[in-house]
């Protein structure tokens, strides 16, 4: 299994049969509604995606972005909450499924599993399972006593908002909700694409055992990580 970050909550995960592709944000929109510049570049031309399916953990630009949604291949599947639907589908998307948490979807060889989160918006995390592997991302979420449940999968790895504004974790409550989860690897995220909305990474990545810091836009094998316990 393959990860590469896009930044900010986008990820690209890859088997060696299936790619999923979690809340990409590949245009400067955000600016262009709120005057808030990328502070990265876009790694990847919405036109240039190929995979199996789009999980869009909510429908806030960054993560449900339209000219990113406009860019990908018109009969992709697409996985979102309910009000992401109504959005897809007045963009003209058709092949939408509507996941609430609790419920799995299996893509290829990819198990999603939509679990909680507490967002200023309808939203959920995602469990991920392939290749006898357990990732958990969190999307966008403030702290809640449920996610300590999410333990209960077990995951290998776990991927973090830890920018403590507009409705999101701060390093702390990430840090108490990663101890609670023992994962093996954990990776914050959600600090790096608006300078307006940032955080330290190493503030939760030092402070937490397999504390991990993905480098923009570069691959990482799986199982590299999790027998190193850190990014290398």
Do not use: W
Not at 86 to 97: A, D, H, I, P, S
Not at 202 to 223: K, M, P, S, T, W
């Amino acid at each position: 299994m393959i990860i590469r970050s896009l930044g900010q909550s986008g990820y690209i995960v890859r088997t060696s049969k299936t790619t999923v592709v979690i809340d990409p944000y590949l245009s400067d929109s955000v600016n262009k509604a709120a005057g808030r510049p990328r502070a990265l570049p876009i790694p990847v031309q919405p036109q240039d995606i190929r995979c199996d399916a789009v999980i869009c953990t909510h429908d806030h630009l960054d993560h449900l972005d339209p000219e990113t949604v406009k860019g990908i291949f018109s009969q992709q599947l697409f996985l979102t909450t309910k009000k992401g639907s109504e959005l897809l589908r007045r963009l003209g998307r058709t092949n939408v499924k509507v996941l609430e948490q609790g419920q799995t979807v299996t893509v290829g060889d990819i198990s999603i599993t939509a679990v909680f989160a507490d967002h200023s918006t309808e939203a959920f995390g995602i469990i991920l399972k392939a290749e006898e592997k357990t990732l958990y991302f969190s999307g966008d979420t403030l702290y809640h006593e449920n996610l300590l449940k999410i333990a209960a999968y077990h995951p290998d790895i776990t991927l973090i908002c830890i920018n403590g504004k507009l409705g999101n974790m701060n390093v702390g409550q990430a840090l108490a909700v990663a101890r609670k989860l023992g994962a093996k690897v954990n990776i914050p995220n959600h600090y790096d694409m608006f300078l307006s909305n940032s955080e330290d990474p190493h503030l939760f990545a030092d402070h937490i055992q397999g504390g991990c810091i993905l480098e923009f836009n570069r691959e990482y094998d799986v199982d590299r990580l999790l027998k190193e316990s850190a990014c290398k």
